[in-house]
């Protein structure tokens, strides 16, 4: 395994943290104007899994590719697509990424390297296959991350794209995102063995499990990844566990999980934490953590405004950009 430094240096660790924070408050911002009938969508949010996207997009650029699913918002405000245009794009309007047609289930954005959004469980993992091994035959030094959930894991794709990339050593980083349920089922009703990283083992490639909620842990096990995916050494299985703090998607109220199981989980609320250990640790004052949530707030509400001040597709879009040769 590639040895690198892997401890994340002040300017790192508040990349971290404003990456983190922008998530969450958009997340705050996406349910309010849920609850008030502003916006219509199908909303799975990623409260709780913040950390993950925020830790290891700081060792990407704009240049590596991303595949992720559904629940994606926070991979893709993480690697970079602009806030505004997410929004609009969340909004469906023309502004919007994919011009208001894509919506919350298809965001992309290859200007960032934000290649899909798939509602198709386990499909991030073999088109992050399909993009790693151009990369490879390109000799460009491109990493693809596929980020997936625990629930994808029982997907036969999975099996085969690990076992691709393996064989070929595609630079591919996998995510799995733990949040410890797929719908309504828990990961130990629905897996049978329920440590994923050890998964890794049948591929012959390492798996590591690491607490997604812990920055500097999630910083450094991703780091190491994408180090020895860039360096041809191969794809890695990054298992990081953290925990779905809603329902599956917007309207469901997770009556499923065990209370005590949520309390414990939302105690640990992964964005306060950091900041408060940001904090401890003098790494940076609350004035300074209190500009950038304020910068963040500024550039949420400006969103917002260019989002619902656009304009809705014009009903000639509707099967522009989605045959190859536009029908009459
Ligand atoms: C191939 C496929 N099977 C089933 C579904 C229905 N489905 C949508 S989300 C989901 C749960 C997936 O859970 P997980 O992979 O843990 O991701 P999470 O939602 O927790 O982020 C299921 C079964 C689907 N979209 N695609
Ligand atoms: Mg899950």
């Not at 404003?18 to 916006?39: Q, T």
């Not at 041809?232 to 917007?250: D, I, K, M, N, Q």
């Not at 300074?288 to 304020?294: H, K, R, S, V």
């Amino acid at each position: 395994m590639t040895s690198m430094t892997t401890a994340p240096d002040d300017k790192t660790l508040l990349a971290i943290y404003r990456k983190a924070m922008l998530i969450r408050l958009n997340d705050d911002r996406f349910v309010e104007m849920l609850k008030a009938g502003k916006i219509v969508m199908p909303y799975y949010s990623p409260r709780g899994q913040e950390i993950i996207p925020a830790a290891v997009s700081v060792s990407l650029t704009h240049e590596d590719y991303l595949s992720t699913i559904y629940r994606g918002v926070h991979d893709m405000l993480a690697k970079g697509v602009p806030t505004r245009l997410l929004w609009a794009e969340l909004a469906g309007r023309v502004t919007g990424t994919c011009k208001g047609k894509g919506g919350p289930m298809h965001i992309t954005h290859p200007e960032t390297g934000c290649m899909v959004t798939t509602g198709i469980v386990g499909a991030s993992m073999p088109l992050a296959c399909g993009m790693a091994l151009a990369s490879q035959v390109r000799g460009d030094g491109r990493v693809s991350v596929a980020n997936f959930g625990d629930g994808a894991t029982n997907i036969g794709a999975f099996h085969e794209s690990l076992n691709l990339a393996a064989v070929w050593k595609l630079p591919v980083v996998f995510v799995c995102q733990n949040n410890l349920y797929a719908e309504h089922t828990s990961l130990a009703d629905g897996t049978a063995v329920t440590d994923i990283a050890r998964r890794a083992a049948s591929y012959g490639i390492p798996g590591v499990s690491v607490n997604g909620n812990d920055p500097v842990a999630m910083y450094g096990a991703a780091r190491t990844a994408i180090e020895r995916a860039r360096a041809g050494e191969g794809p890695t299985l990054l298992e990081a566990r953290t925990f779905r703090f809603s329902g599956h998607v917007y309207g469901d109220d997770g009556h499923y999980i065990p209370k005590g199981e949520y309390a414990a989980a939302l105690a640990q609320d992964p964005v306060p934490k950091f900041r408060g250990w940001l904090q401890q640790h003098g790494h940076a004052t609350a004035g300074e953590l209190d500009a950038i949530d304020a910068q963040l707030t500024r550039e949420i509400d400006e969103a917002v405004e260019f989002a619902m001040s656009s304009a809705l597709p014009d009903i000639i879009e509707l099967k522009r950009d989605v045959y190859a040769y536009e029908l009459a």
